[in-house]
């Protein structure tokens, strides 16, 4: 799936390269920039409790041969977010056209 007059978004590629001294992971980070993707902001939602939460699910869609995984991160018109969930092939229920992946997204801010 290639959009014509669609954007540059980067592919933060996470993998575990060790351990700190308390145990927790250490991520290595490569980036990689993906031409002509279509993104969808989606929706947006706030939380109160004690303190104000802003939770954003928007919606990316790339080339199907960019491999994506559950740790992996976006920057997305300088907006840094988290994969959410499966990646997904996408495939037209009426014509088998198969163009490419989507990607749901999340950022939590607050």
Do not use: H
């Amino acid at each position: 799936m290639l959009f014509a007059a669609g954007i540059t978004v980067t592919l933060i590629s996470r993998t575990v390269n060790g351990t700190d001294a308390d145990g927790n992971d250490v991520w290595a980070e490569t980036t990689t920039d993906i031409k002509r993707c279509a993104f969808d902001p989606g929706a947006s939602s706030e939380v109160l409790q004690g303190r104000d939460t802003v939770i954003t699910q928007p919606t990316l869609y790339l080339p199907r041969a960019v491999a994506v995984t559950p740790t992996d991160q976006f920057v997305v018109n300088g907006r840094r977010y988290d994969v959410d969930g499966s990646v997904d092939p996408y495939t037209n229920p009426f014509t088998g056209w198969s163009p490419g992946t989507v990607v749901r997204l999340m950022e939590v801010t607050g």
